[in-house]
């Protein structure tokens, strides 16, 4: 009981100081704008809170989602009662129950989400994840209500999507912020349905922004929070104290707390309006393959870390050839933005329309050249196109994300001197899993080429032909053998 009393001490402690920390800064604030407002701090924060709550609620849904079960999935008919088959399992076990009187049968699978609607039309901006092998979808109102939603479109590359209701009468619309101006250290509000409980609303701050390299999607640009977001608020808006939808919250980090990922509003706006419009999202294309300049790279070609990206790749036939760009070339400026990385160059190209010109300031042999080109239409299969498979391409297709060995991984799992790369997560079900990969495995070999690093990975998985197997030699226990990885269709 001591100890106990003791956690408890310090917790309230911390509390406390938390609430005194606050409480003074407001009452500075307050005392520097010359408010006259009799309250105490602590009163105006929460009405702050609650008046965002009640503002941007009504325009948070909750969206339940069926797969219906498939043909495919359907193993040997039951031979017993159902009531039969959970007490003899519970007894002998699965295996034995399986192997005498066959499967369960196919079931169903439901799933939850959230979403924001943005058109009084009933135009509803969710993730592409909570909807995209959905057969029936389903969006419950704040005001109880339920409708059937129809997807309008959907854009996997951003991890975003737009479904559309049929009401009568025009609908609350949540008001979109500008996530240009967020800063680090301001006060988030996520609002969704976590485990399905309807119009959940937690608080934080922003912790980061511009998170990229989580292999999460191919093109990243994350606003990172500490407020709670929980399997199901996927899909719900991240609010700031004006009430302002800045994110739509998107991922969490499983193995930590406080660290959850949200989609910047300026971009699922953009996206969002491209798929109310056409449907689809169709990007500019340059045709490259681009990677960072690191110290070693750097150094070769005479400019530092900072200085653009190098161009590792020229596809024949893209527009990136016909405008005379070269493999070599150091990428510095794309029509007067100034491209200090990856992600940074391939959020430019995406977002600028399908046939613009562009002025590209490139760096070749050390001596500064502009190059003026003309964007073609992505491809809607890059691989096929031998652009480098993304880590995000590569989860998606085959079920499973890599990284490279460090220091501590190679101690933690007792590698020694082996090389190759970690598998550091696989999609439950997907296959990878179907494959028999699991997590902490060593990727020694794909395609029968050795891979050190990530760059290798993506070159060779961006080589393939779109439905080609992937072939691996895995390392599991000082043991080796080889594994077929069969895409998605």
């Not at 009187?101 to 924001?116: A, I, K, N």
């Not at 993730?127 to 059937?148: C, G, P, Y």
């Not at 794309?334 to 760096?363: C, D, M, W, Y």
Request: include cysteine; charge should be neutral.
């Amino acid at each position: 009981m001591g100890e106990v009393s003791t956690r408890q001490r310090i917790r309230c402690r911390q509390w406390v100081g938390s609430l005194l920390v606050v409480a003074t800064l407001l009452a500075l604030a307050q005392g520097v704008t010359g408010a006259q407002d009799t309250r105490g701090p602590l009163q105006l924060l929460q009405d702050a809170f609650v008046n965002v709550a009640q503002s941007v609620k009504p325009a948070v849904v909750n969206i339940a989602t069926t797969q219906r079960a498939r043909p495919s999935e359907q193993g040997r008919a039951p031979q017993v009662p159902p009531s039969f088959r959970g007490p003899f399992r519970d007894f002998f076990g699965e295996d034995f129950f399986e192997r005498f009187f066959g499967s369960e049968p196919p079931r169903d699978r439901q799933s939850l989400g959230s979403g924001v609607i943005v058109d009084k039309r009933g135009f509803i901006l969710t993730n592409n994840h909570v909807i995209e092998q959905a057969d029936q979808i389903e969006v419950h109102l704040s005001d109880k209500r339920k409708f059937s939603a129809t997807v309008i479109g959907r854009d996997p590359k951003t991890d975003l999507a737009v479904i559309k209701i049929d009401a009568p009468g025009d609908l609350p619309v949540a008001t979109l912020g500008d996530s240009s101006k967020i800063r680090i250290g301001e006060w988030a509000i996520a609002i969704g349905s976590p485990f399905g409980l309807d119009q959940t609303v937690t608080v934080g701050v922003i912790s980061a922004v511009g998170r990229a390299d989580m292999g999460i999607t191919t093109y990243e640009d994350f606003i990172q929070t500490d407020a709670s977001i929980n399997p199901g608020n996927s899909g719900g808006p991240l609010v700031n104290l004006n009430g302002e939808v800045v994110g739509i919250n998107t991922a969490i980090v499983a193995s930590g707390r406080g660290i959850g990922f949200a989609i910047p509003i300026n971009m699922a706006r953009e996206v969002s309006q491209r798929l109310i419009a056409q449907g689809k999202v169709v990007r500019g294309w340059l045709g490259i393959g681009i990677q960072e300049l690191t110290e070693e790279l750097a150094g070769q070609f005479g400019v530092t870390p900072q200085d653009g990206v190098l161009v590792g790749n020229v596809m024949r036939g893209s527009p990136a050839e016909r405008g005379g760009l070269k493999t070599g070339d150091i990428l510095q400026e794309f029509n007067g933005v100034r491209i200090s990385g990856v992600h940074q160059l391939q959020r430019e190209v995406a977002q600028t329309p399908v046939g613009a010109q562009v002025q590209l300031k490139v760096l070749r042999e050390r001596k500064p050249l502009v190059l003026s080109i003309v964007l073609g239409e992505q491809p809607e299969d890059l691989a096929a196109a031998g652009q480098p498979a993304s880590p995000a391409e590569t989860a998606e297709r085959f079920g499973f994300a890599v990284q490279e060995l460090t220091p501590e991984l190679r101690e933690q799992l007792r590698l020694g001197r082996a090389e190759g790369l970690v598998v550091t997560s696989v999609e439950e079900d997907g296959p990878a899993a179907r494959a028999d990969i699991r997590s902490g495995d060593l990727i020694a070999e794909v395609n029968r080429e050795p891979v050190r690093t990530l760059a290798d990975f993506t070159r060779i998985v961006g080589q393939m032909r779109a439905g080609t197997n992937l072939l691996l030699l895995v390392r599991r226990e000082g043991t080796s053998r080889f594994v077929v990885v069969t895409p998605r269709p």
